[in-house]
């Protein structure tokens, strides 16, 4: 049976109610039976919930779905996508040690390994995601512990060599960690190029329909052992509401994550014949510079399209404006299709020489395509592209 067949079976076990849809636990503690079972749940000589900061039936269920779809041997859930790239790294890491990672990373994770973990000690060596593998090696230090990536990148869908980066992690004994939230496990399941860590922003394409925030993150037992430990005492769990609506999520995953894809390179091949769309950058486009790698490592292209106009901000404007179906906002991974120019909002921070490394150039727009009637969605962009052109062709 195939994986995902047996994750969308995945259920907690039926109540006595004999429920089909899956029931939520929204319940912040357990009850013992007696005073002999509260102290066997915590000598840990029987196995239970207790409290919902440790576990909860809810949650489990959805930490499930993910291990399966990931192929992965263990995982628990987080509040937020942060949260769960922040366990990841701090559960295992410790002072002196040092971190290597594609400079193509969130904003958020980069603020970690820049400023959080600089005060902690621990050290880290930024390379570019079409670094060489002698380039990689050549990072590898006596205390190197992890290597950490995205692939692909946002906003410049820059790809990592799975493949390339799990022989080094292999040859040099460091833990392989990912954040495979563009792609989803539908798209690319690391753990097959030897991933030790997967990590999600569950909020993005396994929600899927922008309700709930939530971070997962699985791997091999003996390192989600130590993350555990972490988030225990530390506090950073998912909440019941929130476990109960994702996992009901990823039983549509697979069918969102083709339709998305199927959109989305649709949508891109439209726009890259227009002679008023300067670029368009998506994986599964001959012309994207990582295509025979994009086709190694992912099944399809994702959801993520972004393109490039002439004309500054001033033709970004005046494109969002013409526009009439989607939706402007910094988030992604929706039923609906959105929009964003990362230089002036998600990318904002970022120093000129920072942005211009990552590709993020004034005019970029990155696209997050819906579920939308595609034809719909060609016709919308099509004409944004045109009458935007013509603003400022006037202006001139
Ligand atoms: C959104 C996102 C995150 C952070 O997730 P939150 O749920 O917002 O905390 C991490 N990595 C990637 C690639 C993301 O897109």
Redesign the pocket.
């Known amino acids: 049976m195939q994986r995902k067949t047996k994750a969308i079976r995945i259920q907690t076990k039926k109540t006595q109610y004999r429920e089909h849809s899956t029931p939520l636990f929204l319940t912040s503690s357990f009850s013992f039976e007696s005073a002999e079972q509260g102290k066997a749940l915590f000598d840990e000589t029987e196995e239970g919930n207790i409290y919902s900061r440790f576990s909860n039936p809810s949650v489990q269920e959805f930490v499930d779905k993910v291990c399966m779809l990931e192929g992965a041997e263990d995982g628990l859930a987080t509040a ?6 922040f366990a990841s790294m701090a559960g295992i890491l410790k002072s002196g040690d040092h971190i290597i990672a594609c400079r193509a ?2 904003g ?2 980069h603020q970690i390994i820049t400023q959080i973990f600089a005060k902690w000690g621990i050290t880290y060596t930024y390379l570019d995601a079409d670094a060489s593998e002698e380039q990689w090696e050549a990072a590898v230090q006596p205390n190197s512990r992890m290597v950490y990536l ?1 692939t692909p ?2 906003p410049g869908l820059e790809l990592v060599d799975l493949a390339m980066i799990g022989r080094i992690c292999k040859k040099h004994n460091l833990i392989f960690n990912v ?1 495979n ?2 792609a989803t496990p539908i798209i690319q399941t690391p753990a097959d190029f030897g991933a030790d860590l997967i ?6 394409f396994m929600d899927g329909q922008g309700r709930v ?3 997962v993150v699985v791997g091999k037992a003996e390192y989600i052992a130590p993350i555990r430990f972490f988030c225990r005492h530390t506090g950073p769990s998912m909440s019941p509401f929130n476990a109960w609506t994702l996992s009901k999520s990823l039983e549509t995953l697979e069918l969102r994550m083709e339709r998305h894809s199927q959109n989305a390179l649709r949508l891109a091949e439209a726009l890259e014949a227009l002679p008023e769309v300067k670029k368009v950058n998506y994986p599964y486009l001959p012309s994207h510079a990582q295509y025979e790698l994009a086709k190694a490592q992912m099944n399809a292209g994702g959801a993520i399209v972004t393109i490039e106009l002439e004309g500054g901000f001033e033709r970004v404007s005046a494109f969002m404006k013409a526009l009439t179906i989607p939706t402007l906002s910094s ?3 929706d039923t609906r299709t959105i929009i964003t120019n990362p230089f002036t909002t998600t990318h904002s921070k970022l120093k000129p020489d920072e942005k211009a490394a990552l590709g993020i150039t004034e005019g970029l727009i990155r696209i997050s395509v819906g579920l939308e009637a595609v034809e719909d969605l060609i016709e919308d962009f099509t004409q944004a592209a045109v009458v935007s052109a013509e603003v400022i062709a006037e202006k001139i």
């Open positions: 937020t996508g942060m949260a769960a790239v990373l969130f958020s994770a995205e990148s946002n954040d939230c563009f990590v999600h922003s569950a909020t993005k925030l939530g971070g988030n992604l991974g």
